[in-house]
């Protein structure tokens, strides 16, 4: 399953937590919207993953 | 694909504005629901030009709007003034949802 | 078709607990983590938590101090998060 993560604000030690035990098992993809600015591309990364979760 | 967009703080606005263009720009159905925080950027018009795209429809929690004391007068009326069964009825036909 | 979502309730609580009660509308499934604080009795936190118990709702904690919810390790709160359409971090 590909899981992407979408940041809004600075990652936590639960996140990471949850970030590292979920990349065992699933291929995780994190995008941080505080310096990502290419909104077609992130569109896409939406589309292609199987679960997006905002962090 | 129907992408749902929960804004819950004001402090996204350029993700916001970002993402639902390439959205909508990309044939998508883009639902949006301002609560909270979020519903701050009711008052930015960068943000209710969002409800003009093709393929877009804006809501928000009134509740929040009033509690946090929004002036949403000038509101189009596209953009729909709601309480959390639109949250609800936006998570349950969506197929993605995202939160700003 | 019933749809799995889970909120993930951190520092803002009181609203996080609100919409989690609120889009229950719909007849999905809704479950509840409050992440890495204990739940501020303050406001209509304890009412909102009630009305999740009476409503059959699944709360669960990372944070053994809350009384009333399921702990679970992060662990465990990341193979649950997985089966969810939606996770809504508030």
């Not at chain 2, 929004?70 to 998570?91: G, T």
Request: hydrophobic share 40%.
């Amino acid at each position: 399953m590909t899981i992407l993560y979408l940041l809004t604000r600075k990652p936590d030690p639960t996140f990471l937590a949850i970030l590292s035990e979920q990349k065992k098992l699933h291929k995780v993809e994190t995008i941080d919207l505080g310096t990502n600015r290419e909104y077609d591309k992130i569109v896409d990364s939406i589309v292609a993953a199987d679960k997006v979760i905002s962090w | 694909m129907k992408l749902g967009i929960l804004v819950n703080t004001n402090r996204n606005f350029q993700a916001l504005t970002g993402i639902t263009r390439a959205a909508s720009g990309k044939g998508h159905e883009v639902v949006i629901f301002a609560m909270d925080e979020g519903t701050w950027l009711l008052e930015d018009p960068g943000c209710v030009s969002l409800s003009e795209l093709a393929n877009v429809s804006m809501s928000y929690c009134d509740h929040s709007a009033i509690e946090i004391g929004v002036k949403k007068e000038p509101l189009p009326e596209a953009i729909e003034r709601s309480s959390q069964y639109n949250n609800a009825s936006m998570n349950h036909n969506a197929d993605k949802v995202i939160v700003l | 078709m019933e749809k799995k979502i889970a909120v993930l309730v951190r520092d803002r609580q009181g609203e996080a607990l609100r919409m989690a009660v609120g889009i229950i509308l719909l007849d999905d499934v809704i479950d509840v983590y409050v992440l890495d604080r204990k739940v501020d009795s303050s406001g209509n936190n304890e009412l909102y938590l009630e009305t999740i118990v009476d409503m059959e709702m699944n709360a669960y904690t990372n944070v053994k101090e809350n009384e009333g919810l399921e702990y679970l390790s992060n662990e465990e709160i990341a193979a649950r998060l997985v089966g969810y359409d939606h996770v809504l971090a508030y």
